[in-house]
């Protein structure tokens, strides 16, 4: 190890397994480190408090001040960001035979998933909790949107990052075992929600969800285990059958390529998909069926979900993630037809298969979409570029049940939404291709 006092950063060189090069910045004075902090934090909690003194006084929320606060948790997290960077900023360079790798090292949370899922868990359960208490719609916004950071914090991107790490056989089935299970809990939830609500109230019904996210977790926090095999000295599973003709890569990839904006807008355009499951209930009730048979329709697309999952898992193993992505793309496109057909004709067994196999949109969402971006950008870049991806993806679930909503009630018909449905699945098709000749040619390989 090499220091020089005040001038110059600490280097680290480390030999183990290969070549680990640390380049540690100098630390900023404390006095300016606390009046960035200071900002960071009061920019990211006085628009809160804000919020919840207008909800509370039922003045509403203007959309300019939404606006504002949406700039003001940017700016709050590019200056939490300096902070850490400047606090304990780290550059770390690992070549391992042929691969180069770089990495930026902010420190907080680093290879500590269990931090990260306490933080998120608490939030959520913490903001669930209150809710119970809510006496105004703009609060029950408010903390829906704190909910929903928290479960964003531990959801998708850091499930799907340990599934990455851990795995590099078989990396399909275990995507597509863990993932399942998201289906499996709606399944058991949704009537046992029901029942307590009918029972004990939504207020305490909210609050025994609350009791039951932190029980659901603890397991993970209790149990050890790291995010990177390698710090419990093992070997991801199938590491061993890695070729060794890989190419040098620098783990710092360009985001702003053909083949990422591509797929960001291929995740775009499928989970603004899924808020079909949500309205088959309007489906129903559209024709004339009873609302009890619409919650059948969700009770079966929720047993697709699950038998999808699972089944592109497999398949990606089997074939490659592009085919079984192409696969359960075509086969949500044929239960679309199906819908289409059964409104058309109001015919039920169409719409109970129909809806059946339309929990397929589920398994390209979580699980086609996570194994395409590391098939696309690799292990290295996993994390950066799917932090960005599974941003969209909710973006896309969260629009897409408003905008079917208005878009049923200016055609007062479902019909145009599968159709418009079948034209995402084209323009998705088309983009694949795109992003295949990309990555196969001289483009952003």
């Known amino acids: 190890m090499e220091t020089k006092k005040s001038l110059t950063p600490i280097y680290e060189l480390e030999l183990s397994d290969g070549i680990s090069l640390k380049i540690h910045v100098k630390k900023a004075k404390k006095g ?16 809160i408090i804000v919020c919840i003194y207008l909800a509370t006084t039922s003045e509403g929320i203007p959309f300019g001040f939404i606006i504002t606060c949406t700039v003001g948790f940017l700016s709050s997290g590019y200056l939490l960001k300096l902070y850490l960077w400047n606090k304990y900023g780290t550059e770390v360079f690992i070549i391992k035979k042929k691969n180069l790798v770089l990495y930026y090292d902010y420190k907080l949370f680093k290879d500590n998933y269990k931090k990260i899922l306490l933080i998120g868990s608490l939030l959520s359960s913490i903001s669930t909790w209150m809710m119970s208490y809510s006496t105004s719609v703009y609060l029950f916004y408010i903390l829906g949107i704190l909910r929903g950071i928290g479960v964003g914090i531990y959801g998708m991107v850091p499930i799907t990052v340990v599934i990455t790490n851990w ?37 305490m019904t909210y609050r025994f969800m609350a009791i039951c996210i932190l029980v ?54 499928h989970t603004s998909i899924t808020g079909i499951s949500q309205h088959l209930s309007g489906v129903a009730v559209s024709i004339h069926l009873s609302v009890t048979i619409g919650a059948t329709f969700m009770s079966f697309t929720m047993i697709g979900n699950i038998s999808t999952k699972l089944l592109i898992g497999f398949l990606s193993d089997l074939l490659s993630p592009i085919k079984a992505v192409i696969m359960m793309i075509l086969t949500n496109c044929f239960s679309l037809g199906l819908l289409f057909l059964g409104v058309i004709h109001q015919e039920i067994m169409l719409l109970y298969i129909g809806s059946f196999m339309f929990g397929s949109i589920y ?11 590391r098939y696309f950008f690799g292990n290295e870049n996993y994390a950066r570029t799917y932090s960005f991806i599974g941003f969209l993806t909710n973006v896309g679930s969260a629009s897409s049940l408003t905008l079917i909503g208005y878009l049923y009630d200016f055609t007062q018909s479902y019909q145009m939404v599968f159709i418009i449905a079948l034209c995402f699945h084209l323009i998705n098709l088309i983009l694949l291709v795109v992003i295949c000749l990309r990555y196969n040619g001289v483009g952003d390989k």
């Open 32 to 47: 300016i480190l606390s009046i960035i902090l200071f900002f960071a934090l009061s920019i990211f909690f006085i628009p």
């Open 167 to 203: 795995f590099d056989k078989k990396h399909g089935l275990a995507t597509s075992l863990a993932l399942s299970f998201s289906g499996l809990s709606g399944a058991i939830f949704s009537p046992l929600l029901s029942s307590w609500i009918t029972c004990y109230g939504w207020q």
């Open 216 to 269: 659901l977790v603890l397991p993970a926090l209790i149990v050890p285990w790291n995010i990177d095999p390698r710090k419990e000295h093992l070997l991801p599973y199938g590491y061993q059958s890695r070729k060794e003709t890989t190419k040098v890569q620098n783990n710092k990839i360009k985001l702003l390529t053909i083949s990422f904006l591509c797929m960001c807008l291929f995740t775009l355009l």
């Open 363 to 373: 398994s390209v969402g979580a699980v086609g979409i996570p194994m395409l971006t």
